[in-house]
């Protein structure tokens, strides 16, 4: 039988950064405000009162709370200000472009978003594009670099090689690549809470040197907690995929889980609120045109049951997005390979970049929804998707899965989260017009939208959260959206089934 969760001071973790490093607890900081033990070894406490004797010692009446409180509050509001500029680059300036050089406007006009529907000039634009990322990469010696999973994980970010994810990443979704925004947001995010750390340890005298380490930390969790909370359609979200990721195993598998203490926790939980707050006041997230009000209304109780159907199905579907990015991956990998052994490594960056962005040009042109992050285009797909066809909307699934591939494996700088909650988003619109089994846009977009990255992401209340706050969906929403999230990652990864074949295309 599974034990329950152990809250720590701070995980100890393995990740592939570094596997000696040792990510003990937050000396300084959590240790002296976590769960506190008395000279016997015991618990501090209300004696026989369970509720009282598992609290932890008091964390928030010291000037070491204060001094972390005011830094991730200054933090919140530099990412939160800076995450406008930066949606703005590769929101408003990136499809104002794709408009200029097309017919019509992108992607607000519906008649863009039909199939052959791009523009001619977008194939060379988005190829020269994402060629220049490749120079960027090369002069900048970026080659490999951290996902935010494992910068959460590690409790570490680079604040010279999060500079240089953040420019290359912006470049490459202004280019047009399917790519996530996330992952240069989150990335600068835990490099600028690295520097800010680093200066208030410093600033701080002897007393706050001995908890620098453990600010560190604090402070890159803080700064990629802030991204989240800057993009996504709650704070609570940004806080949930944040604490979902930084669950760490105790043992092979996975019965027992390790995550930070409520120290660590609250102050995720304001700089994600004030990251949000400071976004807000700038410019609000915009919503998905779905009338959530009506939700709770068409609630019946057999959406549940049908939720488990929705959840095969989207574990289906992504495991048809797993294998095409796993045959691209493959076909670069050889490519880079070659061109590596006969030209060097930055005539291989440059050369997948460049293939990777002509690939995303074509189909850009032939599916224009392929382009993009995928986060820009819910609105405009969720408005126009009645007029799209089947066909339409299936070859928009396929391109973008493709188009993110190429990204992916070429090396432009981006992120997996919104492009796949994208493709998600669109087969959930394909299947509500299954006949037959009472399924409506309302219903199959919400769970099969998050259940296709949750058959793989581990992250299943992330998954939960994001609609509901997303759409504004009602209480009752909550049921089948779980179930579908539940069910699609128990068929994939609950199976062994993603594991299997992982090792076979590992092998292969």
Same mark, same amino acid.
């Not at 604090?218 to 940004?238: D, E, K």
């Not at 992401?457 to 999230?485: E, N």
């Given at each position: 039988?599974d034990?329950?969760i152990?809250?720590r001071p701070?995980?100890?973790?393995?990740f592939?950064?570094?596997r000696e490093v040792?990510?003990?607890?937050?000396v300084?900081l959590?240790a002296?405000?976590?769960l506190?033990?008395d000279e016997h070894g015991?618990?501090?406490?209300?004696?026989?009162?369970?509720?009282?004797?598992g609290?932890?010692?008091p964390w928030?009446?010291?000037?070491f709370?204060?001094?972390?409180s005011?830094?991730?509050?200054l933090?919140?509001t530099l990412?939160?200000?800076?995450s406008?500029?930066?949606?703005y $680059?590769?929101g +408003?300036?990136l499809?104002?472009w794709?408009?200029r050089?097309?017919?019509r406007?992108y992607?607000s006009?519906?008649?863009s978003?039909h199939?052959?529907?791009?523009?001619p000039?977008w194939?060379?634009l988005?190829w020269?594009?994402c060629?220049?990322?490749?120079?960027?990469?090369?002069?900048?010696r970026?080659?490999?670099?951290p996902?935010?999973?494992t910068?959460i994980r590690?409790?570490?970010a680079?604040?010279?090689?999060?500079?240089?994810?953040? $420019?290359?990443c912006l470049?490459?979704?202004y280019?047009?690549a399917?790519?996530?925004?996330e992952?240069?947001l989150?990335?600068g995010g835990?490099?600028?809470?690295?520097?800010?750390?680093?200066?208030?340890?410093?600033?701080?005298g002897?007393?706050?040197?001995?908890g620098?380490?453990?600010r560190?930390?604090l402070?890159?969790l803080g700064g990629?907690?802030a991204?989240?909370?800057?993009?996504?359609?709650?704070?609570?979200v940004?806080?949930?995929?944040c604490?979902?990721c930084?669950f760490a195993?105790?043992?092979e598998?996975?019965?027992?889980?390790?995550?930070?203490g409520?120290?660590t926790l609250?102050?995720?939980?304001f700089t994600?609120?004030w990251?949000?707050?400071?976004?807000?006041?700038?410019?609000?997230?915009p919503?998905?045109p779905?009338s959530?009000s009506k939700? +709770?209304e068409?609630?019946?109780?057999?959406?549940?049951v049908?939720?488990?159907l929705?959840?095969?199905?989207a574990a289906f579907?992504?495991?048809?997005?797993f294998v095409?990015?796993?045959v691209i991956?493959v076909a670069?990998?050889k490519?880079g390979r070659v061109?590596?052994?006969?030209l060097?490594?930055?005539?291989?960056?440059?050369a997948?970049c460049s293939?990777a962005?002509?690939?995303?040009?074509?189909?850009g042109?032939c599916?224009?929804?392929?382009l993009?992050?995928?986060?820009?285009?819910?609105a405009?797909?969720?408005?126009?998707a009645?007029?799209l066809s089947s066909v339409?909307?299936l070859c928009?699934?396929?391109?973008k899965?493709?188009?993110?591939?190429a990204?992916a494996a070429?090396g432009?700088?981006?992120?997996?989260f919104f492009?796949v909650?994208?493709?998600?988003?669109?087969v959930?619109?394909l299947?509500?017009?299954?006949?037959?089994?009472g399924?409506f846009?309302a219903f199959?977009v919400?769970?099969?939208?998050v259940?296709?990255?949750?058959a793989?992401f581990?992250?299943?209340f992330?998954?939960?959260?994001f609609p509901?706050?997303?759409?504004?969906?009602?209480?009752l929403?909550c049921?089948?959206v779980?179930?579908?999230?539940?069910t699609?990652?128990?068929l994939?990864?609950g199976t062994?089934?993603?594991r299997?074949?992982a090792?076979?295309a590992g092998?292969?």
């Amino acid at each position: 039988m599974d034990r329950p969760i152990i809250e720590r001071p701070m995980s100890n973790l393995d990740f592939p950064v570094s596997r000696e490093v040792s990510l003990g607890s937050m000396v300084g900081l959590e240790a002296e405000a976590g769960l506190a033990t008395d000279e016997h070894g015991h618990q501090n406490g209300g004696g026989g009162n369970p509720i009282l004797a598992g609290m932890e010692a008091p964390w928030a009446n010291d000037r070491f709370f204060l001094a972390d409180s005011a830094g991730l509050a200054l933090l919140a509001t530099l990412i939160g200000y800076g995450s406008y500029w930066y949606n703005y $680059v590769i929101g +408003d300036m990136l499809e104002d472009w794709l408009s200029r050089t097309g017919e019509r406007k992108y992607p607000s006009d519906i008649e863009s978003l039909h199939l052959m529907g791009g523009a001619p000039l977008w194939i060379p634009l988005v190829w020269a594009g994402c060629t220049a990322v490749g120079v960027m990469k090369v002069l900048l010696r970026l080659d490999q670099y951290p996902s935010f999973l494992t910068e959460i994980r590690a409790e570490h970010a680079d604040p010279k090689e999060s500079a240089k994810v953040v $420019v290359c990443c912006l470049a490459s979704l202004y280019s047009g690549a399917a790519l996530g925004p996330e992952a240069g947001l989150a990335s600068g995010g835990g490099g600028l809470g690295t520097v800010l750390a680093e200066l208030i340890s410093k600033l701080g005298g002897a007393s706050f040197q001995r908890g620098a380490e453990a600010r560190r930390r604090l402070f890159v969790l803080g700064g990629i907690t802030a991204a989240f909370g800057s993009i996504m359609p709650a704070p609570w979200v940004a806080l949930m995929i944040c604490m979902e990721c930084a669950f760490a195993k105790r043992d092979e598998d996975g019965k027992e889980m390790i995550i930070w203490g409520r120290r660590t926790l609250f102050l995720l939980g304001f700089t994600a609120s004030w990251a949000f707050v400071v976004r807000y006041a700038v410019e609000p997230i915009p919503e998905l045109p779905l009338s959530g009000s009506k939700f +709770d209304e068409r609630y019946d109780n057999w959406m549940p049951v049908k939720a488990i159907l929705l959840g095969a199905i989207a574990a289906f579907s992504a495991l048809v997005y797993f294998v095409i990015t796993a045959v691209i991956k493959v076909a670069f990998a050889k490519i880079g390979r070659v061109i590596e052994a006969r030209l060097g490594v930055s005539a291989r960056i440059i050369a997948l970049c460049s293939l990777a962005g002509l690939i995303t040009g074509v189909l850009g042109y032939c599916v224009p929804l392929s382009l993009t992050d995928g986060k820009a285009a819910m609105a405009p797909t969720a408005l126009h998707a009645p007029g799209l066809s089947s066909v339409n909307l299936l070859c928009i699934a396929l391109a973008k899965t493709a188009c993110f591939g190429a990204a992916a494996a070429g090396g432009l700088v981006g992120g997996p989260f919104f492009p796949v909650l994208y493709i998600g988003m669109v087969v959930g619109e394909l299947v509500s017009r299954i006949q037959g089994l009472g399924f409506f846009p309302a219903f199959t977009v919400p769970v099969v939208m998050v259940a296709m990255p949750g058959a793989v992401f581990p992250i299943p209340f992330t998954m939960v959260a994001f609609p509901l706050s997303m759409l504004k969906l009602g209480p009752l929403w909550c049921v089948p959206v779980l179930v579908g999230v539940l069910t699609s990652y128990t068929l994939l990864v609950g199976t062994g089934f993603v594991r299997k074949l992982a090792g076979g295309a590992g092998r292969g």
